[in-house]
């Protein structure tokens, strides 16, 4: 089974400018997320997808990111502009179900990205 | 809100040498607790996990147990080799309408293991 999939690994570029990132879920699951992990620090939820709907978004700073999974499938994150603050991992990860506590989450490799 | 508390790093042993990585944890209600590896340049892997209290979630020869007098889920291994160098993230997630099953995640472990 093929795994969940990002693009681009790297990512570096000037501040203000903007960026965006692409995911493709594991086939079939129906819950995606998008993860913000800072060096030194845990992954921390920026917005989680429900199909095609926002499930949770609070943690998305929203007057720079946006999120929007088409068709309930692919996924994409964009910054735009991008602040220094904004040097991280953005790790996407899936799972099968919704709201359930006891369910994997399987991640993606990440995009390390770099503003410079 | 929830949080997850797991101790500092890095840790350094010695190949063979035991491994015990404290996690505590607060929660409003009844979490699945989650170990996550992230070895060097991938992504974020299951280690295990335990869904009630008492459960012990166990693979490639790590375990720990769901206590949830303690609120902890420590992460052991009796002998580790150079290849369980790694970070190792502590998580946990809710099914509640506020949580609706995300990760919250401890701050992360670095483990390095030495010939």
């Known amino acids: 089974e093929a795994g969940v999939a990002q693009s681009p690994r790297y990512k570096i570029i000037e501040k203000r400018q903007s960026v965006a990132f692409w995911c493709n879920p594991i086939?079939?699951?129906?819950?995606l997320y998008w993860y913000q992990q800072i060096l030194g620090q845990g992954p921390k939820l920026l917005i989680q997808?429900?199909?095609?709907?926002?499930?949770?978004d609070s943690q998305l700073p929203k007057d720079r990111f946006s999120a929007e999974r088409l068709k309930g499938v692919d996924s994409t994150l964009k910054i735009q502009p991008a602040k220094l603050e904004d040097s991280a991992v953005y790790l996407c990860?899936?799972?099968?179900?919704?709201?359930?506590?006891?369910?994997?989450?399987?991640f993606g490799p990440g995009t390390r990205l770099t503003v410079l | 809100g929830d949080s997850v508390t797991q101790m500092e790093g890095p840790v350094t042993l010695s190949e063979e040498a035991f491994l015990t990585i404290n996690c505590t944890y607060t929660?409003?209600?009844?979490?699945?607790l989650f170990w996550y590896v992230q070895y060097p340049g991938e992504g974020l892997q299951l280690l295990l996990k335990?869904?009630?209290?008492?459960d012990k979630g166990s693979n490639k020869g790590f375990e720990a147990t769901y206590r949830k007098e303690t609120t902890s889920f420590h992460l052991e291994k009796g002998s580790v080799q150079v290849s369980d160098s790694a970070v190792y993230f502590c998580?946990?997630?809710?099914?509640?309408?506020?949580?609706?099953?995300?990760?919250?995640f401890g701050a992360g472990t670095q483990v390095v293991v030495t010939p």
């Open positions: 990860a899936s799972s099968s179900l919704w709201g359930v506590s006891t369910d994997t989450q399987y």
């Open positions: 997808f429900q199909n095609n709907g926002v499930v949770d």
């Open positions: 086939s079939g699951h129906a819950t």
């Open positions: 929660a409003t209600g009844y979490p699945s």
């Open positions: 335990a869904t009630k209290a008492d």
């Open positions: 998580a946990l997630s809710e099914g509640t309408t506020d949580s609706w099953g995300k990760l919250q």
